[in-house]
């Protein structure tokens, strides 16, 4: 088992992902990570949508920048992550919580699939609309990134 | 060595500090964590401010809402967390990068603390000209946390 700071030596956009399938076990694991994040008043307001079928991972891969598509093609495992700000009420300031805890509860992922030698990339910038048609998120929603998660592929 | 996963699992707010202060070993993998967690087009633009003197540390503090200044004032290391948005140029969007790669790289301090046996507090929601202030940010930043680092203390 890798220490924190292996897995964070290790980190890095691979240049491409095997396709070998996710296991239930890390895909567990891996959530289980983010749904244990810290989030402002506890309120854990992170959605995450695994893309199942083809018309799915079609829509987010749509929704990157043309430079992230291949790598992200090439996972094995998509997920858009969502927030729901409204779930943060009575904050003194307009902080935009969403944008700091669904970031926070990324890290988790980032860093646990890391743990399990596995290789998960974010994108942040992205087409938020085209995010949201794919997953059918309604008002009250925020498209936060796209992640690819899977094995790096050797070099 | 915890892995990540008692890391996680151990995560929360103490109750308290222990006033032992934190080495200079810790103290630099803490912030090593920090450095190198991947940021948007990787300018890294977090600032990190160790409050060195009372005035500082009061600073810091009365930027805190209420109920979270006995927590802090008992940490023996407090830190603020800024960012320079600028730094990120020519999103295709108006993300609020420095709201995400802050937040990121505060998570990598909190589980690299977590991983050393230390805690640390993060609260967001503060007095941001208050923090600016105390540690003489100028135009072009924004305070995004402030951080308390430490051995909590046994229930």
Known sequence: MRTLTEIIDALGRPSRFDPAPVD?????????????APSADNVQMWR??????PACRAGLLAALPRPSRPLFESAPLLVAALGEPWFVKGSRREQPFFMIDVPIAISHIVLQAGELGLACA????LDETAVKQTV???EGFRAVAVLAIGTPRAA
């Open 48 to 53: 995450f949508v695994i893309a199942r079928d």
């Open 122 to 125: 974010v994108e942040y910038d």
């Open 24 to 36: 239930d076990e890390a895909r567990r694991a891996i959530f289980n990570a983010a749904r244990v």
């Open 136 to 138: 059918g998120a309604g």
